[in-house]
Structure formats: C-alpha cells, structure tokens
C-alpha cells in the first residue's frame, strides 16, 4: 500500500504563512494533489505537481520532490476563511485516476 | 466550466429503502469516480468509470450499486444500507486523453450527505 504522512493539525494567525508539509512513500507515483476541505463540504481542487519545484497561484504555493518524496503546500497572507483541512493526495501510473489521500491537516486561523 | 453537480444535497433512509445518488458533469470528462467519506477522515474510493465502463470496484459492498447511464451521468444506487454506512458521498471526474485517464484534472462535486437510520 501507500504511505501518505501529513500533521493533525497547524495553528497560525491571520496573516502569516503556514507550511503543509507531505511525506510519501509508493511505488509508480505519477503525481500529487492538493485539495482544501471545510467542514461537511467536498474538496476543492488547490494544485496538481507531477514535476519536481515550485508552483505558485496566489497566495497558495505548492512544491514536490520526487526523488524525496516529499511536498509541500504554502499558504501566505493568511485569511479567516482559510481554516479548513487541506488533504494530500497522490495519483499512481496506471491507476485509472485513483487517488491515495492522507489523513488530512486542519490548518486553524486565529485573529 | 469546472463543476459536478450532485443530488440530492440530503437524503435520510431506512435500512429498508431503495434510493439513488446522481452526479453530473458537462466537462467532458470520461472518467467518474464514488468516493465515501466518514467525518474527520479522507475520501476513501469505492469506484471507477472510464468511457461509460466500470474500471474499478474497491471491494464495495453489493448494496451499492454503481451505474453509469452515459457519459455525463454517474448513478449510485443504494439498497438494504447499514447505519454505518451514513457518510458523505462524493462523486469526482477528469478527462481521459489518449486512453489514459488525467488525474490533474479530477474535480469533486459538493457531496450527498447521506444518514441510514
């Protein structure tokens, strides 16, 4: 099976930045999603990295390292409304598009 | 366009009720996907459609019943359910290319919160 590591949980205060970081250990990985959650809603699409760097969209960054197997999603100028669980995903080659998720990190957002 | 709809938002049965759960997507997207969430964890995947045809069944149990009537529909059908299985269902989809199926576009409808009494 598939080993997704990703913290319970992260406190930050409105403004800041935040750093999700993402641990995983598969065999034929193809590439990794980021998705944000609120609570009783569905996920919502964030970022997709299949090559190693950094990309960035607004105030949500996202880095992968294939050869260590390991991302990150950066979240800068933090905002009330960004307190939700952002979810780790990897894709695998040939996997007719299933996605191992990990268990989630619930970023919470102090005034 | 990037949504999937889902209905009903809601649905409450009993564990002796037929219901169904619908997705729709007009994306173009040939793949569609069932996901179950229970609260406080991630989507666990239960199945797969590429052109309309079952891909993958992760050992769902039969009283669920997927069905893909056409290529912008996703059915699931619900029959004898358990209290357990009350969770949130989240249909997804992503373009297929080639015959390979593009996960960097799989996108998630908002989910049928569904409560077996």
């Known amino acids: 099976g598939q080993n997704i590591d990703q913290p319970t949980e992260m406190t930050a205060t409105e403004g800041a930045i935040v750093q999700i970081n993402c641990t995983y250990q598969?065999?034929?990985?193809?590439?990794l999603f980021w998705y944000q959650q609120h609570a009783g809603e569905a996920p919502t699409f964030l970022s997709y990295?299949?090559?190693?760097g950094l990309e960035e969209k607004g105030r949500f960054s996202s880095f992968l390292s294939r050869s260590k197997g390991y991302s990150y999603l950066l979240l800068k100028e933090l905002q009330m409304k960004d307190s939700a669980s952002y979810l780790c995903?990897?894709?695998?080659?040939?996997?007719?598009?299933?996605?191992?998720f990990g268990a989630g990190t619930q970023v919470v957002v102090t005034p | 366009d990037t949504e999937v709809t889902q209905t009903p938002k809601h649905l409450v049965m009993g564990m002796t009720n037929k219901k169904s759960l619908k997705c729709e997507q007009h994306?173009?997207?040939?793949?569609m996907y069932w996901y179950k969430q229970k609260a406080k964890k991630p989507p666990e995947l239960m199945f797969v459609?590429?052109?309309?045809?079952?891909?993958i069944n992760e050992s769902v149990p039969s009283r669920f019943s997927p069905e893909c009537p056409n290529s912008s529909l996703l059915n699931l059908h619900l029959h004898a359910l358990q209290p357990e299985d009350s969770a949130l269902y989240l249909c997804?989809?992503?373009?297929?290319?080639?015959?390979?199926?593009?996960?960097?576009?799989?996108?998630f409808g908002p989910g049928t919160r569904l409560t077996v009494l």
């Open positions: 997804a989809s992503s373009q297929v290319v080639g015959g390979r199926i593009h996960t960097d576009t799989q996108y």
């Open positions: 598969t065999s034929g990985f193809n590439g």
């Open positions: 990295n299949v090559l190693d």
């Open positions: 995903a990897v894709s695998l080659v040939d996997s007719w598009g299933k996605l191992q």
């Open positions: 994306m173009g997207h040939r793949a």
């Open positions: 459609y590429s052109y309309e045809k079952l891909s």
